[in-house]
């Protein structure tokens, strides 16, 4: 039975992103979830900026829980690679009944991973973090921080689900203007739940969690709100609605892979604070805070990366593979242009960078260090995520998976760990482990693209 419909220019858009300048295309999706996605970075960011003044174990326990945040949210980020790309499609097929139904069962997918991942809040928080080796005075702070962002989940998935659905179908500007709001309120509740400002109470890392949660939690109620009254390009209803255990299972089969590829990234991180724990704790904020800045360095390149995934996918669902391609390489150059002007950036103002969130001298110094042997791993960046996110759009999960899988639990913690203890590198060689590893991935997603193997992938 067949649920196609007539290209309808309503769930369009005012144009069809399949058809036009692909540059222009590109330039007019990405922007606006560029903004988005380094608001989402941001909420971390805006938290450490205010820990920082608690001391370096209050920045050490945010940091390393906010690197555990990292491995349990790509599992809900990941399934939502599954429905997004099936999004697409639909809409670039103009089918706008079988995009509604894929939005449906979105919802209870985000529903049943966040009741597991706030159970695993309730209970195995500390514990987690105990694993790591970390200092008692780092658990307690990391614990007090990361349950309260667990039990909360919740919140990230209603964001993930409405910025995930309008983004497929085309509009990346209501969710940027919505991430605007949400990172406004929780820069203005932050600073008064962490130290207890006007009517607020002092909660210390406590707060810093809190201040996300409440900020996300207004975000989802109205991106929600926006999605359900028709406001953006296409409307979610629950007219008919079902279980429908075949569409689940299609965007779990699409996006376990990609949960996987996030989590063996969020997995080689935690393997990696392992790794570094014996350096001392100066070591292991100085990765909180490298990471800190290295994630605004990729989450611009990240913008096109989505971009494109989201008109690959829509592309192959207007039988325009040619054109899909060309879209993933272009976006590809540009990303590869942001990385070289932020690498030139920190190369000559890494201390000025470091200092806004810590003024140890030392901290800054060892930060500053790690950040500009990253830039060796920037020039490539561009590559690795507007290829790999291209292939999550197409559909095509399996790839970026086994590559992340050899590049980063194999070479990058192999050969830091070898580079550090055996080498006269020190901590420094666990940075360069993840550079050489980087430049492994970005020759694997090369040759792969090239093939055009990914062209053909049904879901």
């Known amino acids: 039975m067949s649920h196609e419909s007539p290209p309808n220019r309503r769930l369009a858009g005012q144009y069809d992103l399949t058809k036009g300048s692909i540059a222009g295309n590109l330039w007019a999706l990405s922007w606006p979830m560029l903004i988005t996605n380094t608001l989402n970075t941001l909420g971390p960011a805006i938290d450490m900026v205010w820990v920082g003044r608690l001391g370096t174990a209050s920045i050490a326990g945010v940091g390393v829980s906010g690197i555990v945040l990292m491995v349990i949210n790509s599992l809900i980020l990941g399934i939502f690679t599954g429905t997004t790309a099936m999004i697409a499609r639909s809409v670039g097929a103009g089918d706008e009944k079988m995009a509604n139904r894929i939005s449906q069962q979105a919802f ?11 159970a695993i809040g309730i209970l195995f928080t500390r514990p987690i973090l105990l694993l790591l080796g970390i200092e008692e005075a780092v658990v307690d702070e990391g614990t007090a921080y990361m349950r309260i962002q667990l039990i909360g989940i919740v919140t990230m998935a209603a964001v993930q689900v409405f910025q995930s659905i309008m983004q497929a179908s085309g509009d990346s500007i209501t969710p940027m203007k919505i991430s605007i709001g949400f990172r406004i309120l929780q820069i203005l509740l932050c600073p008064a739940l962490v130290f207890g400002f006007w009517i607020f109470p002092k909660l210390g890392v406590s707060g810093a969690a809190l201040s996300n949660i409440i900020a ?69 904020a100085a990765h909180s805070l490298a990471q800190r800045v290295d994630g605004f360095v990729q989450v611009l390149g990240g913008g096109l990366g989505s971009a494109s995934g989201v008109l690959v996918g829509q592309n192959l669902g207007a039988k325009e593979p040619g054109r899909a391609a060309k879209t993933a390489w272009t976006a590809s150059a540009y990303a590869t242009g942001i990385s070289l002007v932020c690498s030139i950036i920190i190369w000559f103002w890494a201390e000025e960078l470091v200092h806004f969130f810590s003024a ?87 040759t792969y693209f090239r093939t055009g193997r990914w062209k053909y992938k049904r879901i």
């Open 108 to 118: 209870v997918i985000g529903a049943a991973v966040s009741v597991i991942i706030a």
């Open 360 to 446: 140890d001298t030392s901290l800054v110094q060892l930060t500053s260090t790690f950040l500009r042997i990253q830039i060796v791993a920037y020039l490539v960046w561009g590559l690795v995520v507007c290829l790999s996110l291209s292939l999550n759009g197409a559909g095509d999960t399996i790839v970026p998976m086994l590559a992340n899988l050899i590049t980063m639990l194999g070479v990058q913690l192999i050969l830091g760990y070898y580079l550090s203890r055996n080498t006269d590198l020190g901590v420094n060689g666990l940075r360069w482990g993840i550079v050489i590893a980087m430049i492994i991935r970005a020759l694997i997603y090369v």
């Open 216 to 284: 996300q939690s207004a975000g989802g109620v109205v991106g929600l709100w926006i999605l359900f009254s028709g406001r953006t390009r296409i409307r979610v209803s629950f007219h008919d609605f079902a279980i429908e255990w075949g569409l689940i299972w299609r965007a779990v089969r699409i996006g376990l892979p990609a949960s996987l590829t996030n989590m063996e990234r969020s997995l080689a991180e935690l393997l990696l604070v392992r790794l570094i724990t014996p350096f001392g704790t100066i070591a292991v």
